[in-house]
């Protein structure tokens, strides 16, 4: 239970914050080589969620960046404009669209090394370094999403 007498933390001493604020910097790191690649970083995500597994339901892709379907479709259809990706009708049920690569779509993952090698120089981490950061990062999250967390559950 809070403690009504007890004030917060200063700000820069509240995780939350750190790990807001270093969300912030990253994605600026990031801005300029994803707007040379022709992509958002939630475009983005949603690549690297096909460069894992080609072929996925958008419900499937919505479940693994823990976001609503209805958000996923309007950047589908802004990566198939663009030609990184091509949507189809499952044809066992027609409710469903399933998401392919195009070989423009494939060829971006090569290209996107750059994000990770921005982050390594710009860090100051070794990549040992950022591993554990990153496996720390991703424990604290199911830490909180295992205690029932409000926030839908994130792989």
Known sequence: MANPG???PPLDQQLCFSLYSTTIAINRLYKPMLDSLGVTYPQYLVLSTLWERDGQMISAIADRLALEPSTITPLMKRLESAGFVSRQRNPDNERQ?????????????????????????????DVAGLIALNEQ???????LVGKGSASKALP
């Open 6 to 8: 007890k004030a917060p």
């Open 97 to 125: 669209v399933q998401v392919f690569l195009t070989a423009k779509g494939k060829d971006l993952r090569a290209q996107s090394s750059c994000l990770t090698d921005a982050l390594l120089e710009n860090s100051g981490l």
């Open 137 to 143: 990062i991703q424990q604290l999250r199911a830490a």
